[in-house]
């Protein structure tokens, strides 16, 4: 009986979860629609026997309470995960007193859970060759979800409400998250004449001393084992911290076919004030993690922007990152110009700069008509 109602409360707690967590669908130009998760308070997780299992989780939640302690507390227990009860190295088995323990490979809001083109395409094979009519589906298991690094701990963005959209819905506003003295949000963006995925991960030191950011930003591809790098930005398969742009596919080996779009993946753009610190993709493998580092003075703001870019070619998938990896035109629409100055991981020179100019332009003008005005008077009064 008691077992019973422990696996009763269990599957309450799950479903609860999973109610709260929404999603927003959004098709580019090329009819890509991509699935970005909101309010996320899902983790994908089971029961665990020891947390040793799971220590170098560092991006998971662990809980130790017993069921019917962790639905007593509610929402209130979660909100401690995501204040610091995330696992860490130095848990060991003996952190459990209770007889029941629980892992969770916690998700993050404004993650794309998935990307499935809405009508059939012609695909680039490995070998260069083309399949007629593919459904490709699949992109992702998880994209572009996103810690930000305390205390050698990986805290993440969730549990932070419903979010909005803007942008007549193309543009999705997360919720500001707080992290000690740091505030979070994001915004997501997929435009309707163009083929790409735009994150914003925007950061403010709201303390008094300047603040040291470790944006992690981790994912899944739906490529899994077969995941090949087809190409990156410095000419090699190798993902390094000074590529821009990287391409995978999925690989057709041991399959009859590759269903999953082409992926251009954009993590910084050239000469730009902060670069990843660190670049993770391999061969073979659907793990993604590309981390940057930064300092915010007291009240400053600083954004990391993420674009991918799924195509039903190689060659495509290539061509989109070049161009996304030096932003204009609509890769910045529904940008602030606040925002864009705040960009860190890219260099945006001739339409951010004319934007955020503009004003300093327009009062430069004015004060030269001043002086006209003011030259002619001295000339009329000689
Ligand atoms: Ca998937
Ligand atoms: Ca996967
Ligand atoms: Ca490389």
Redesign the pocket.
């Known amino acids: 009986m008691k077992r019973t109602a422990i696996v009763f409360l269990f599957c309450l707690l799950v479903s609860n979860f999973a109610f709260a967590t929404g999603e927003i669908f959004l098709v580019d130009a090329g009819g890509l629609q991509y699935d970005i998760l909101t309010d996320v308070t899902t983790s994908s997780g089971s029961t665990c026997s020891t947390w040793t299992t799971w220590s170098s989780w560092l991006t998971s939640v662990c809980w130790w309470t017993t069921w019917s302690t962790t639905l007593t507390s509610g929402t209130t227990s979660w909100t401690t995960f995501t204040s610091g009860t995330t696992c860490s190295t130095t848990w060991t088995s003996s952190s459990t007193t209770t007889s029941s323990c629980w892992w969770a490979s916690i998700m993050a809001s404004g993650q794309a859970d998935?990307a499935s083109y809405t009508h059939t395409v012609s695909a680039s094979t490995v070998g260069g060759g083309m399949v007629p009519q593919m459904h490709m589906g699949?992109a992702?298991?998880r994209y572009n979800m996103v810690s930000l690094r305390r205390n050698l701990i990986d805290v993440r963005y969730a549990y932070n409400g419903p979010a909005s959209v803007e942008a007549g819905g193309r543009q999705i506003v997360f919720p500001t998250q707080t992290f000690d003295t740091l505030e979070f949000s994001r915004k997501v963006f997929v435009p309707e004449n163009d083929e790409f995925c735009r994150w914003m991960n925007i950061v403010t030191n709201t303390g008094v001393n300047p603040e040291l950011v470790v944006l992690v930003i981790d994912g899944d591809l739906?490529s899994d084992n077969n995941t090949l790098i087809m190409d990156t930005s410095n000419g090699n398969t190798t993902a390094e911290t000074d590529d821009i742009w990287l391409v995978t596919m999925q690989d057709f080996d041991g399959k009859i076919t590759s269903h999953n779009p082409r992926l251009g993946h954009v993590i910084q753009g050239p000469d730009a004030a902060v670069g990843a610190s660190s670049v993770f993709l391999e061969n073979n493998s659907d793990q993604t993690k590309w981390e940057y580092e930064f300092v915010l003075a007291p009240g400053e703001t600083g954004i990391i922007m993420n674009f991918v870019t799924g195509q039903p070619t190689i060659e495509g998938a290539r061509q989109k990152a070049i161009l996304l990896s030096q932003p204009a035109g609509v890769a910045l629409d529904y940008m602030t110009p606040e925002e864009k100055s705040a960009v860190l991981n890219f260099q945006l020179t001739s339409d951010a700069l004319l934007t955020v100019n503009s004003a300093i332009v327009l009062a430069a003008v004015g004060v030269a008509w001043l002086a006209v005005l003011r030259r002619r008077k001295n000339c009329r009064a000689a």
């Open positions: 998935e699949d992702f298991d739906g």
